[in-house]
Protein backbone atom coordinates (compact mmCIF):
# COMPACT_ATOMS: atom_id res chain seq x y z
CA UNK A 1 0.00 0.00 0.00
CA UNK A 2 1.05 3.30 -0.91
CA UNK A 3 2.45 5.92 2.15
CA UNK A 4 2.05 9.32 2.35
CA UNK A 5 4.73 10.90 5.08
CA UNK A 6 5.32 14.25 6.54
CA UNK A 7 8.43 15.78 5.11
CA UNK A 8 10.64 17.47 7.71
CA UNK A 9 14.11 18.73 7.78
CA UNK A 10 14.61 17.15 4.34
CA UNK A 11 13.33 13.43 5.73
CA UNK A 12 10.43 11.20 5.01
CA UNK A 13 8.75 10.77 8.54
CA UNK A 14 6.08 8.26 9.56
CA UNK A 15 3.31 8.45 12.30
CA UNK A 16 1.52 5.92 14.18
CA UNK A 17 -1.57 7.56 12.80
CA UNK A 18 -3.08 7.07 9.35
CA UNK A 19 -6.00 8.02 7.36
CA UNK A 20 -7.10 6.70 4.15
CA UNK A 21 -6.39 8.79 0.70
CA UNK A 22 -8.44 7.72 -1.69
CA UNK A 23 -9.42 8.48 -5.09
CA UNK A 24 -12.36 10.33 -6.55
CA UNK A 25 -12.91 8.52 -9.58
CA UNK A 26 -14.15 5.40 -8.05
CA UNK A 27 -12.80 5.34 -4.76
CA UNK A 28 -10.60 3.15 -4.59
CA UNK A 29 -7.28 3.74 -1.58
CA UNK A 30 -4.75 5.36 -3.01
CA UNK A 31 -2.24 4.70 0.36
CA UNK A 32 -2.39 5.53 3.68
CA UNK A 33 -1.37 9.48 4.62
CA UNK A 34 0.44 9.89 8.11
CA UNK A 35 -0.76 12.30 10.08
CA UNK A 36 1.29 15.01 11.57
CA UNK A 37 0.36 15.59 15.16
CA UNK A 38 1.81 18.57 17.40
CA UNK A 39 5.22 16.94 17.77
CA UNK A 40 5.66 16.68 14.10
CA UNK A 41 4.75 19.77 13.76
CA UNK A 42 6.91 21.38 16.12
CA UNK A 43 9.55 19.49 14.74
CA UNK A 44 8.83 21.13 11.31
CA UNK A 45 8.59 24.56 12.74
CA UNK A 46 11.82 23.66 14.79
CA UNK A 47 13.44 22.77 11.44
CA UNK A 48 12.05 25.39 9.44
CA UNK A 49 13.70 27.96 11.87
CA UNK A 50 16.98 26.16 12.01
CA UNK A 51 16.94 26.54 8.17
CA UNK A 52 16.78 30.55 8.03
CA UNK A 53 19.53 30.78 10.81
CA UNK A 54 21.74 28.37 8.71
CA UNK A 55 22.60 28.45 5.06
CA UNK A 56 19.39 29.06 3.89
CA UNK A 57 19.16 32.27 5.65
CA UNK A 58 22.88 33.30 4.10
CA UNK A 59 22.53 32.55 0.61
CA UNK A 60 22.65 35.17 -2.23
CA UNK A 61 19.64 35.72 -4.44
CA UNK A 62 21.44 34.06 -7.00
CA UNK A 63 22.28 30.83 -5.82
CA UNK A 64 18.13 30.71 -4.44
CA UNK A 65 17.33 31.63 -7.93
CA UNK A 66 19.54 29.14 -9.16
CA UNK A 67 18.04 26.77 -7.08
CA UNK A 68 14.54 27.87 -7.64
CA UNK A 69 15.11 26.98 -11.55
CA UNK A 70 16.26 23.67 -10.83
CA UNK A 71 13.11 23.00 -8.64
CA UNK A 72 11.11 23.74 -11.54
CA UNK A 73 13.15 22.19 -14.18
CA UNK A 74 12.99 18.91 -11.73
CA UNK A 75 9.27 19.08 -11.82
CA UNK A 76 8.82 19.08 -15.65
CA UNK A 77 11.27 16.35 -15.75
CA UNK A 78 9.46 14.46 -13.05
CA UNK A 79 6.29 15.74 -14.96
CA UNK A 80 4.20 12.12 -15.71
CA UNK A 81 5.00 11.82 -11.97
CA UNK A 82 3.22 14.59 -10.81
CA UNK A 83 0.69 14.27 -13.24
CA UNK A 84 0.06 10.73 -12.38
CA UNK A 85 0.14 11.74 -8.63
CA UNK A 86 -2.42 14.84 -9.61
CA UNK A 87 -4.94 12.76 -11.37
CA UNK A 88 -5.08 9.92 -8.82
CA UNK A 89 -5.33 12.40 -5.89
CA UNK A 90 -8.27 14.54 -8.16
CA UNK A 91 -10.07 12.47 -10.83
CA UNK A 92 -9.86 15.74 -13.11
CA UNK A 93 -9.49 15.21 -16.87
CA UNK A 94 -6.10 14.08 -18.01
CA UNK A 95 -6.16 17.53 -20.45
CA UNK A 96 -6.67 19.90 -17.79
CA UNK A 97 -3.66 18.44 -15.56
CA UNK A 98 -1.71 18.44 -18.37
CA UNK A 99 -2.22 21.36 -19.47
CA UNK A 100 -2.97 23.75 -16.34
CA UNK A 101 -1.88 22.10 -13.16
CA UNK A 102 1.64 20.52 -13.68
CA UNK A 103 3.09 22.94 -16.17
CA UNK A 104 1.47 25.99 -14.10
CA UNK A 105 3.22 24.03 -10.56
CA UNK A 106 6.77 24.10 -12.34
CA UNK A 107 6.03 28.00 -13.94
CA UNK A 108 5.39 28.92 -10.32
CA UNK A 109 9.30 28.62 -9.34
CA UNK A 110 10.85 30.23 -12.49
CA UNK A 111 8.50 33.33 -12.11
CA UNK A 112 9.27 34.36 -8.38
CA UNK A 113 12.79 33.09 -9.69
CA UNK A 114 12.81 36.20 -12.33
CA UNK A 115 11.05 38.48 -9.82
CA UNK A 116 13.39 38.32 -7.12
CA UNK A 117 16.07 38.83 -9.47
CA UNK A 118 14.87 42.22 -10.56
CA UNK A 119 12.91 43.29 -7.97
CA UNK A 120 13.87 47.17 -6.87
CA UNK A 121 13.48 48.84 -3.39
CA UNK A 122 13.52 52.18 -2.99
CA UNK A 123 15.73 55.00 -1.61
CA UNK A 124 15.54 58.76 -0.69
CA UNK A 125 18.15 61.13 0.11
CA UNK A 126 17.37 64.60 1.92
CA UNK A 127 18.99 68.00 3.33
CA UNK A 128 19.26 67.17 7.13
CA UNK A 129 18.08 70.14 9.68
CA UNK A 130 22.22 70.94 10.02
CA UNK A 131 22.34 71.07 6.38
CA UNK A 132 24.02 67.46 5.41
CA UNK A 133 22.82 64.72 3.45
CA UNK A 134 21.08 61.47 4.60
CA UNK A 135 20.23 58.77 2.23
CA UNK A 136 17.55 56.03 3.00
CA UNK A 137 17.30 53.10 1.64
CA UNK A 138 14.71 49.93 1.70
CA UNK A 139 16.06 46.37 2.17
CA UNK A 140 13.49 43.60 2.01
CA UNK A 141 13.92 40.76 4.31
CA UNK A 142 12.08 37.44 4.64
CA UNK A 143 9.02 37.30 6.89
CA UNK A 144 10.63 33.97 8.13
CA UNK A 145 8.87 30.45 8.90
CA UNK A 146 5.77 30.37 6.92
CA UNK A 147 2.73 28.71 7.04
CA UNK A 148 1.25 27.37 3.89
CA UNK A 149 -2.40 26.19 3.79
CA UNK A 150 -3.93 24.30 1.06
CA UNK A 151 -6.95 22.90 -0.68
CA UNK A 152 -7.49 20.30 -2.85
CA UNK A 153 -9.06 21.67 -6.16
CA UNK A 154 -5.38 22.60 -8.25
CA UNK A 155 -3.62 21.05 -5.21
CA UNK A 156 0.07 21.85 -6.69
CA UNK A 157 -0.52 24.54 -8.44
CA UNK A 158 -2.28 26.37 -5.79
CA UNK A 159 0.49 25.42 -3.39
CA UNK A 160 3.53 26.26 -5.43
CA UNK A 161 1.58 29.77 -5.79
CA UNK A 162 2.77 30.19 -2.22
CA UNK A 163 5.72 28.08 -1.81
CA UNK A 164 7.19 29.89 -4.99
CA UNK A 165 7.66 33.24 -3.70
CA UNK A 166 7.85 32.20 -0.31
CA UNK A 167 11.38 30.45 -1.28
CA UNK A 168 12.41 33.48 -3.55
CA UNK A 169 12.04 35.50 -1.21
CA UNK A 170 14.43 33.55 1.65
CA UNK A 171 11.52 31.96 3.60
CA UNK A 172 11.12 28.25 4.79
CA UNK A 173 8.07 26.86 4.78
CA UNK A 174 5.53 24.46 6.42
CA UNK A 175 3.31 23.15 3.53
CA UNK A 176 -0.40 21.54 5.11
CA UNK A 177 -1.93 20.07 1.75
CA UNK A 178 -5.50 19.14 2.21
CA UNK A 179 -6.05 15.92 3.66
CA UNK A 180 -7.85 14.94 -0.15
CA UNK A 181 -5.16 15.38 -2.12
CA UNK A 182 -2.16 14.31 0.02
CA UNK A 183 0.41 12.96 -3.21
CA UNK A 184 1.92 16.07 -5.29
CA UNK A 185 3.10 17.69 -1.71
CA UNK A 186 5.27 14.95 -0.59
CA UNK A 187 6.40 14.43 -3.89
CA UNK A 188 7.69 18.13 -4.29
CA UNK A 189 9.73 16.65 -1.34
CA UNK A 190 11.89 14.43 -3.24
CA UNK A 191 12.42 17.18 -5.55
CA UNK A 192 13.73 19.74 -2.94
CA UNK A 193 15.94 16.97 -2.21
CA UNK A 194 17.56 16.19 -5.34
CA UNK A 195 18.33 19.59 -6.29
CA UNK A 196 19.91 20.37 -2.98
CA UNK A 197 17.33 22.83 -1.10
CA UNK A 198 18.80 23.03 2.08
CA UNK A 199 17.02 20.92 4.82
CA UNK A 200 13.70 22.11 6.67
CA UNK A 201 13.66 25.02 4.01
CA UNK A 202 10.65 22.80 2.89
CA UNK A 203 8.59 20.54 5.02
CA UNK A 204 5.20 19.11 4.54
CA UNK A 205 2.90 18.02 7.57
CA UNK A 206 -0.09 15.96 6.75
CA UNK A 207 -3.78 16.16 8.62
CA UNK A 208 -6.72 17.59 8.80
CA UNK A 209 -7.82 21.26 10.33
CA UNK A 210 -9.55 21.66 13.65
CA UNK A 211 -7.15 19.51 16.59
CA UNK A 212 -4.94 18.39 13.56
CA UNK A 213 -1.82 19.88 11.67
CA UNK A 214 -3.90 22.76 10.10
CA UNK A 215 -4.54 24.07 13.62
CA UNK A 216 -1.30 23.01 15.68
CA UNK A 217 0.81 24.65 12.40
CA UNK A 218 -1.49 27.99 12.43
CA UNK A 219 -1.77 28.04 16.18
CA UNK A 220 2.16 27.48 16.13
CA UNK A 221 3.89 30.63 18.16
CA UNK A 222 7.25 30.16 16.26
CA UNK A 223 5.45 30.85 12.91
CA UNK A 224 5.91 33.65 11.42
CA UNK A 225 3.13 34.00 8.46
CA UNK A 226 0.49 32.46 7.01
CA UNK A 227 -0.74 31.86 3.57
CA UNK A 228 -4.25 30.44 3.13
CA UNK A 229 -6.25 29.49 0.61
CA UNK A 230 -9.90 27.71 1.12
CA UNK A 231 -13.23 28.32 2.15
CA UNK A 232 -13.76 31.95 3.97
CA UNK A 233 -15.14 30.02 6.95
CA UNK A 234 -11.97 28.67 7.42
CA UNK A 235 -9.89 31.66 6.73
CA UNK A 236 -11.79 33.13 9.98
CA UNK A 237 -10.84 30.38 11.79
CA UNK A 238 -7.16 30.67 10.79
CA UNK A 239 -7.14 34.76 10.95
CA UNK A 240 -8.22 33.97 14.97
CA UNK A 241 -5.15 31.98 15.13
CA UNK A 242 -2.93 33.98 13.68
CA UNK A 243 -4.09 37.25 15.58
CA UNK A 244 -2.65 35.73 18.74
CA UNK A 245 1.12 36.87 18.22
CA UNK A 246 -0.21 39.91 15.50
CA UNK A 247 1.05 37.69 12.70
CA UNK A 248 0.40 38.52 9.12
CA UNK A 249 -1.89 36.62 7.42
CA UNK A 250 -2.63 36.32 2.79
CA UNK A 251 -5.89 34.96 1.99
CA UNK A 252 -7.18 33.30 -1.06
CA UNK A 253 -10.76 32.36 0.02
CA UNK A 254 -14.13 31.50 -1.73
CA UNK A 255 -16.31 33.29 -4.22
CA UNK A 256 -19.75 33.84 -5.71
CA UNK A 257 -18.79 34.88 -9.01
CA UNK A 258 -20.90 36.52 -11.54
CA UNK A 259 -20.36 36.34 -15.19
CA UNK A 260 -22.45 39.28 -17.34
CA UNK A 261 -22.93 38.84 -20.63
CA UNK A 262 -24.44 41.38 -22.92
CA UNK A 263 -26.72 41.08 -25.95
CA UNK A 264 -23.84 42.46 -28.19
CA UNK A 265 -21.24 39.90 -26.96
CA UNK A 266 -19.75 37.61 -29.75
CA UNK A 267 -22.42 34.79 -28.84
CA UNK A 268 -20.17 31.87 -29.31
CA UNK A 269 -17.21 33.18 -28.00
CA UNK A 270 -19.24 33.86 -24.62
CA UNK A 271 -20.84 30.73 -24.67
CA UNK A 272 -17.36 28.93 -24.64
CA UNK A 273 -16.10 31.21 -21.93
CA UNK A 274 -19.23 30.41 -19.81
CA UNK A 275 -19.19 26.67 -20.40
CA UNK A 276 -15.35 26.23 -18.99
CA UNK A 277 -16.31 29.03 -16.38
CA UNK A 278 -18.96 27.09 -15.18
CA UNK A 279 -18.26 23.30 -15.51
CA UNK A 280 -14.40 23.34 -15.44
CA UNK A 281 -12.66 21.08 -13.28
CA UNK A 282 -16.21 19.96 -12.59
CA UNK A 283 -16.77 23.69 -10.90
CA UNK A 284 -14.50 23.41 -8.83
CA UNK A 285 -12.17 26.50 -8.93
CA UNK A 286 -12.58 29.62 -6.86
CA UNK A 287 -12.75 31.88 -9.78
CA UNK A 288 -16.00 29.54 -11.57
CA UNK A 289 -18.98 31.25 -12.49
CA UNK A 290 -22.15 29.96 -10.25
CA UNK A 291 -24.24 33.12 -11.03
CA UNK A 292 -25.18 33.82 -14.74
CA UNK A 293 -26.29 37.58 -16.09
CA UNK A 294 -27.69 37.43 -19.33
CA UNK A 295 -29.13 40.71 -21.28
CA UNK A 296 -33.08 40.26 -22.50
CA UNK A 297 -32.80 39.78 -25.82
CA UNK A 298 -30.10 36.50 -25.76
CA UNK A 299 -31.49 35.57 -22.44
CA UNK A 300 -33.29 31.58 -23.84
CA UNK A 301 -30.80 31.69 -26.72
CA UNK A 302 -27.90 32.10 -24.28
CA UNK A 303 -30.39 29.63 -21.87
CA UNK A 304 -30.53 27.19 -24.69
CA UNK A 305 -27.17 26.85 -26.18
CA UNK A 306 -25.44 26.46 -22.48
CA UNK A 307 -27.91 23.77 -21.65
CA UNK A 308 -26.22 21.73 -24.75
CA UNK A 309 -23.15 22.32 -24.26
CA UNK A 310 -23.45 21.00 -20.09
CA UNK A 311 -25.53 17.95 -21.94
CA UNK A 312 -22.39 17.65 -24.29
CA UNK A 313 -19.54 17.07 -21.60
CA UNK A 314 -18.66 14.23 -21.46
CA UNK A 315 -18.40 12.99 -17.60
CA UNK A 316 -15.57 10.06 -16.81
CA UNK A 317 -12.19 9.23 -15.06
CA UNK A 318 -9.09 11.50 -16.11
CA UNK A 319 -7.83 9.10 -18.82
CA UNK A 320 -11.69 8.22 -20.95
CA UNK A 321 -11.00 9.87 -24.62
CA UNK A 322 -13.25 13.25 -25.16
CA UNK A 323 -13.62 13.31 -21.33
CA UNK A 324 -15.43 16.94 -20.75
CA UNK A 325 -15.59 16.72 -16.29
CA UNK A 326 -14.50 14.48 -13.66
CA UNK A 327 -15.83 13.59 -10.19
CA UNK A 328 -15.91 16.06 -6.92
CA UNK A 329 -13.25 15.31 -5.01
CA UNK A 330 -15.01 13.41 -2.16
CA UNK A 331 -18.10 11.57 -1.14
CA UNK A 332 -19.02 14.46 1.48
CA UNK A 333 -18.48 17.09 -1.09
CA UNK A 334 -21.07 15.42 -3.68
CA UNK A 335 -23.20 15.24 -0.84
CA UNK A 336 -23.11 19.01 -0.23
CA UNK A 337 -23.38 19.73 -3.96
CA UNK A 338 -26.34 17.25 -3.99
CA UNK A 339 -28.42 19.16 -1.22
CA UNK A 340 -27.72 22.72 -3.32
CA UNK A 341 -29.62 21.02 -6.52
CA UNK A 342 -31.97 19.31 -3.96
CA UNK A 343 -32.35 22.45 -2.59
CA UNK A 344 -32.83 24.64 -5.77
CA UNK A 345 -36.03 22.48 -6.70
CA UNK A 346 -37.04 22.69 -3.20
CA UNK A 347 -37.34 26.52 -3.87
CA UNK A 348 -39.09 26.04 -7.16
CA UNK A 349 -36.43 26.65 -9.42
CA UNK A 350 -36.74 25.45 -13.31
CA UNK A 351 -34.06 23.06 -13.76
CA UNK A 352 -33.23 23.80 -17.51
CA UNK A 353 -30.67 20.21 -17.01
CA UNK A 354 -29.06 18.20 -14.69
CA UNK A 355 -30.29 18.60 -10.62
CA UNK A 356 -28.61 14.86 -10.32
CA UNK A 357 -25.90 12.27 -10.59
CA UNK A 358 -25.27 10.36 -13.83
CA UNK A 359 -25.20 6.47 -14.37
CA UNK A 360 -21.92 5.38 -14.14
CA UNK A 361 -20.75 1.67 -15.43
CA UNK A 362 -18.32 -0.28 -13.36
CA UNK A 363 -16.15 0.48 -10.77
CA UNK A 364 -16.87 3.92 -11.81
CA UNK A 365 -20.77 3.65 -9.98
CA UNK A 366 -18.72 4.54 -6.47
CA UNK A 367 -16.97 7.64 -8.02
CA UNK A 368 -17.99 11.23 -6.79
CA UNK A 369 -19.80 12.02 -10.03
CA UNK A 370 -23.03 14.55 -10.13
CA UNK A 371 -24.59 16.22 -13.61
CA UNK A 372 -23.42 19.58 -14.80
CA UNK A 373 -26.83 21.81 -13.74
CA UNK A 374 -28.27 24.52 -14.76
CA UNK A 375 -31.37 26.72 -13.60
CA UNK A 376 -33.43 29.76 -13.93
CA UNK A 377 -36.30 31.41 -11.83
CA UNK A 378 -34.54 31.86 -9.00
CA UNK A 379 -34.69 34.76 -6.22
CA UNK A 380 -31.98 36.66 -5.76
CA UNK A 381 -31.93 36.04 -2.34
CA UNK A 382 -32.22 32.62 -2.77
CA UNK A 383 -29.36 30.54 -1.29
CA UNK A 384 -28.57 28.50 -4.72
CA UNK A 385 -27.32 32.63 -5.97
CA UNK A 386 -25.94 33.56 -2.20
CA UNK A 387 -23.38 30.19 -1.37
CA UNK A 388 -20.77 29.32 -3.06
CA UNK A 389 -21.54 25.43 -4.00
CA UNK A 390 -18.28 25.01 -5.48
CA UNK A 391 -20.13 22.15 -8.14
CA UNK A 392 -20.13 21.87 -11.60
CA UNK A 393 -23.85 24.40 -11.64
CA UNK A 394 -24.89 27.50 -12.42
CA UNK A 395 -28.42 29.94 -12.15
CA UNK A 396 -28.81 32.20 -15.12
CA UNK A 397 -31.03 35.12 -15.16
CA UNK A 398 -32.06 37.65 -17.33
CA UNK A 399 -31.03 41.37 -16.70
CA UNK A 400 -31.82 44.85 -18.99
CA UNK A 401 -29.91 47.58 -18.26
CA UNK A 402 -25.71 47.79 -17.42
CA UNK A 403 -26.47 49.31 -13.91
CA UNK A 404 -29.13 46.70 -12.94
CA UNK A 405 -26.06 44.10 -13.91
CA UNK A 406 -23.83 45.72 -11.83
CA UNK A 407 -26.04 45.81 -9.03
CA UNK A 408 -26.96 42.03 -9.19
CA UNK A 409 -23.16 40.90 -9.40
CA UNK A 410 -22.24 43.15 -6.61
CA UNK A 411 -25.16 41.86 -4.28
CA UNK A 412 -23.33 39.23 -2.65
CA UNK A 413 -20.64 38.67 0.45
CA UNK A 414 -17.90 38.00 -1.59
CA UNK A 415 -15.63 39.49 -4.44
CA UNK A 416 -13.33 37.19 -5.96
CA UNK A 417 -13.70 37.38 -9.95
CA UNK A 418 -15.90 38.19 -12.66
CA UNK A 419 -15.97 38.00 -16.43
CA UNK A 420 -17.86 40.35 -18.88
CA UNK A 421 -18.47 39.25 -22.53
CA UNK A 422 -19.24 42.42 -24.52
CA UNK A 423 -18.07 43.94 -27.77
CA UNK A 424 -18.44 46.90 -26.44
CA UNK A 425 -14.79 48.15 -24.86
CA UNK A 426 -16.47 51.56 -22.89
CA UNK A 427 -18.89 49.14 -21.42
CA UNK A 428 -16.72 46.41 -20.38
CA UNK A 429 -14.30 49.12 -18.85
CA UNK A 430 -17.04 50.85 -17.06
CA UNK A 431 -18.40 47.41 -15.64
CA UNK A 432 -14.63 46.34 -14.54
CA UNK A 433 -14.39 49.67 -12.54
CA UNK A 434 -17.94 48.97 -10.83
CA UNK A 435 -17.85 45.67 -9.90
CA UNK A 436 -16.83 45.03 -6.42
CA UNK A 437 -14.16 42.14 -7.03
CA UNK A 438 -10.41 41.11 -7.61
CA UNK A 439 -9.97 39.92 -10.80
CA UNK A 440 -12.29 41.23 -13.75
CA UNK A 441 -11.85 39.08 -16.95
CA UNK A 442 -13.46 40.79 -20.03
CA UNK A 443 -14.27 38.26 -22.96
CA UNK A 444 -12.02 36.07 -21.33
CA UNK A 445 -11.78 33.63 -17.80
CA UNK A 446 -8.74 32.33 -16.08
CA UNK A 447 -6.66 34.01 -18.56
CA UNK A 448 -3.32 34.37 -16.38
CA UNK A 449 -0.33 36.46 -16.39
CA UNK A 450 1.57 35.84 -13.22
CA UNK A 451 3.38 38.84 -13.09
CA UNK A 452 -0.58 40.72 -12.01
CA UNK A 453 -2.35 41.10 -8.69
CA UNK A 454 -4.21 38.17 -7.94
CA UNK A 455 -6.69 38.13 -4.99
CA UNK A 456 -10.48 38.74 -4.09
CA UNK A 457 -12.26 41.33 -2.45
CA UNK A 458 -14.88 41.65 0.61
CA UNK A 459 -14.92 37.92 1.51
CA UNK A 460 -12.59 36.35 -0.59
CA UNK A 461 -9.60 37.33 0.58
CA UNK A 462 -6.91 39.50 2.26
CA UNK A 463 -4.13 40.59 0.33
CA UNK A 464 -2.72 40.06 -3.09
CA UNK A 465 -0.08 37.64 -4.69
CA UNK A 466 1.50 37.62 -7.72
CA UNK A 467 4.62 39.03 -9.47
CA UNK A 468 5.74 41.92 -7.03
CA UNK A 469 3.02 41.80 -4.89
CA UNK A 470 3.81 38.68 -3.62
CA UNK A 471 6.77 40.37 -2.18
CA UNK A 472 4.96 42.17 0.23
CA UNK A 473 3.62 38.93 2.28
CA UNK A 474 6.87 36.95 1.45
CA UNK A 475 9.27 40.03 2.81
CA UNK A 476 9.57 42.65 5.03
CA UNK A 477 10.73 46.00 4.02
CA UNK A 478 12.94 47.56 6.50
CA UNK A 479 13.93 51.26 5.81
CA UNK A 480 18.14 52.10 6.52
CA UNK A 481 18.86 55.40 6.69
CA UNK A 482 22.57 56.73 6.38
CA UNK A 483 23.96 59.96 7.71
CA UNK A 484 26.41 60.96 5.59
P1 LIG B 1 -11.03 24.31 3.28
O1 LIG B 1 -11.08 25.68 3.83
O2 LIG B 1 -12.02 23.32 3.77
O3 LIG B 1 -9.61 23.64 3.53
C1 LIG B 1 -8.43 24.25 3.09
C2 LIG B 1 -7.28 23.81 3.97
O4 LIG B 1 -7.47 24.32 5.29
C3 LIG B 1 -7.15 22.29 4.12
O5 LIG B 1 -5.78 21.97 4.08
C4 LIG B 1 -7.73 22.03 5.49
O6 LIG B 1 -7.25 20.87 6.11
C5 LIG B 1 -7.29 23.28 6.25
N1 LIG B 1 -8.09 23.62 7.42
C6 LIG B 1 -9.42 23.42 7.61
N2 LIG B 1 -9.79 23.91 8.81
C7 LIG B 1 -8.68 24.46 9.39
C8 LIG B 1 -8.42 25.11 10.63
N3 LIG B 1 -9.38 25.33 11.51
N4 LIG B 1 -7.16 25.52 10.86
C9 LIG B 1 -6.16 25.31 9.97
N5 LIG B 1 -6.36 24.68 8.79
C10 LIG B 1 -7.60 24.27 8.50
O7 LIG B 1 -11.11 24.48 1.70
P2 LIG B 1 -11.20 23.34 0.61
O8 LIG B 1 -12.54 22.68 0.74
O9 LIG B 1 -9.97 22.51 0.69
O10 LIG B 1 -11.13 24.18 -0.76
C11 LIG B 1 -12.25 24.72 -1.39
C12 LIG B 1 -12.40 26.18 -0.99
O11 LIG B 1 -11.23 26.88 -1.32
C13 LIG B 1 -13.52 26.89 -1.74
O12 LIG B 1 -14.19 27.73 -0.85
C14 LIG B 1 -12.77 27.72 -2.77
O13 LIG B 1 -13.46 28.86 -3.23
C15 LIG B 1 -11.54 28.09 -2.01
N6 LIG B 1 -10.44 28.44 -2.93
C16 LIG B 1 -10.11 29.74 -3.08
C17 LIG B 1 -9.10 30.12 -3.97
C18 LIG B 1 -8.72 31.56 -4.22
O14 LIG B 1 -7.72 31.79 -4.90
N7 LIG B 1 -9.44 32.53 -3.72
C19 LIG B 1 -8.43 29.14 -4.68
C20 LIG B 1 -8.82 27.81 -4.51
C21 LIG B 1 -9.82 27.48 -3.61
O1 LIG C 1 -3.86 30.88 -11.12
C1 LIG C 1 -3.58 31.09 -9.93
O2 LIG C 1 -2.49 31.57 -9.58
C2 LIG C 1 -4.57 30.78 -8.89
N1 LIG C 1 -4.23 31.12 -7.63
C3 LIG C 1 -5.74 30.18 -9.24
C4 LIG C 1 -6.77 29.88 -8.32
C5 LIG C 1 -7.76 29.04 -8.68
C6 LIG C 1 -8.79 28.71 -7.77
O3 LIG C 1 -9.39 27.66 -7.75
Redesign the pocket.
Known amino acids: MKQFHNFINGEFVATSKTFENRAPADNHVIGLVHEAGQAEVDAAVKAARAAMNGEWGKMSVVKRVELLNAVADEINNRFDEFLAAELADTGKPHSLASHIDIPRGAANFKIFADIIKNAPTESFQMTTPDGGTAISYGVRVPLGVVAV ?6 PLL ?1 MTWKVGPALACGNAVIV ?5 TPATATLLGEVMNKVGIPKGVYNVVH ?4 N ?4 F ?2 KHPDVDGIT ?8 E ?2 MA ?1 AAKGVRPVS ?5 KNAAVVFADADFDKAIAGVTRSVFENCG ?4 GTERVYVQRPIFDKFVKALKEKAEALKIGPSDMPGVGMGPL ?1 SAE ?1 KEKVLSYYQKAKAEGANVVTGGGTPTMEGKYAEGHYVQPTIWTGLPETSPIIRE ?1 I ?1 GPCCHIAPFDTEEEAIALANDTPYG ?1 ATSIWTTDISVATRMANAIHVGLCWINSWFLRDLRTP ?3 SKG ?2 IGREGGVHSLEFYTDLRNVMIKI
Do not use: D
Open positions: VCPWNLLKPSEEGFGPSAGELTFTGETRTGAIAFELGGQVCLIHEFLFGGSG
